[in-house]
């Protein structure tokens, strides 16, 4: 197998991975935000209910301990934040592991151009 199918075949699994893994979180913490008292649907799906989930005071959950803990204790947003976190990045993860299979088959022009495009993407992020 050459090594620029090998380098498709591996960025279509970061791809399906990121995507579905991002997928499997999200639905556990809205089923958990649904189903856990005093998360979204405390009075049946109110405005103010969603305004919670929005507006959630504990943003430990952004940290691995803070994010372990509240799982633990079954919030909805501890799953719900980082799926959303893993689905923004995964098109970020397809360009860096692009900048690699680049690097390996020795495509200089292609590795400056996608590494252009990942530090502005980065940079767009930041500001």
């Not at 050459?2 to 991002?22: F, H, N, P, Q, T």
């Not at 005071?57 to 959303?84: C, N």
């Amino acid at each position: 197998m050459s090594k620029a199918l090998e380098g498709e075949i591996i960025i279509s699994d970061v791809l399906r991975w990121g995507v579905a893994i991002s997928l499997i979180l999200i639905t556990l913490g809205t089923v958990c935000a649904f189903v856990q008292p005093g998360e979204y649907g405390l009075h049946g799906g109110t405005a103010a209910d969603f305004h919670q989930l929005l507006t959630h005071p504990d943003l430990r959950i952004l940290t691995l301990s803070g994010f372990l803990e509240a799982a633990r204790a079954g919030h909805g947003v501890a799953l719900i934040a980082p799926g959303l976190l893993l689905l923004i990045s995964t098109p970020l993860l397809r360009v860096a592991v692009s900048i690699v299979m680049f690097a390996v088959e020795k495509d200089v022009a292609y590795v400056v151009i996608t590494s252009t495009v990942l530090a502005l993407v980065l940079l767009s992020f930041f500001l």
